[in-house]
């Protein structure tokens, strides 16, 4: 079976975690893992979808929040173009099966999630969620990821592939 992960990244945390999902999903299946700007827009032939952003503004980044954060010093900017809210409104499920993942502020009264949003949008082009949206935190803006974050990242992508197949 044929897992893809989906991630765009603007610092590399959201990078590294997409990198530990798939790490976690390759125990069990086939996994490819693409930066959103290099993404077909084609999912034949993909058995679990798993698409992930930083959360930019409570909800998926726009163009305006990727220059925000570029200006912040996002040297080593991963995903230049489009963000994952650009793959998705043209992308066609078909039923295909999906996840989705962001990173966000580890603080307690922070709303919004791109996850949340991502998934809400998914499921309007005809993608089927198969698992809860789920968030993994980084301690500033910038990074770095919260203790503990990469494991559960690991985790959270070996339990989808054990799920699935
Ligand atoms: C312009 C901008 C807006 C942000 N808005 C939020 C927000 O609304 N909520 C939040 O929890 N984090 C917010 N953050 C923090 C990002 O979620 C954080 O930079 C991201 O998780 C880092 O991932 P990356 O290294 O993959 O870019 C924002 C960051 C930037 C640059």
Not at 12 to 37: F, H, P, R, Y
Not at 78 to 95: E, V, Y
């Amino acid at each position: 079976m044929r897992a893809l992960v989906i991630f765009e990244s603007m610092f590399g945390n959201t990078e590294k975690i997409a990198e530990a999902i798939a790490d976690g999903l390759s125990e069990t299946m086939t996994v490819d893992t693409v930066e959103v700007g290099s993404a077909d827009d084609s999912v034949d032939g993909v058995d679990l979808l798993v698409v992930g952003g930083p959360t930019h503004a409570f909800g998926m980044s726009r163009e305006s929040t990727r220059k925000s954060a570029a200006d912040r010093g996002a040297g080593t900017v991963a995903s230049k173009a489009g963000g994952i809210r650009d793959w998705i409104a043209t992308a066609h499920g078909d039923g295909t099966l999906f996840a989705t993942f962001d990173t966000k502020a580890d603080h307690p009264h922070l709303p919004g999630s791109a996850a949340h949003a991502a998934r809400r949008q998914l499921r309007r082009r005809g993608f089927r969620p198969f698992a809860a949206a789920t968030s993994f935190y980084v301690t500033d803006l910038e990074g770095p990821l919260a203790a503990g974050e990469v494991e559960r990242a690991r985790r959270w992508g070996q339990q989808l592939g054990l799920a699935r197949t």
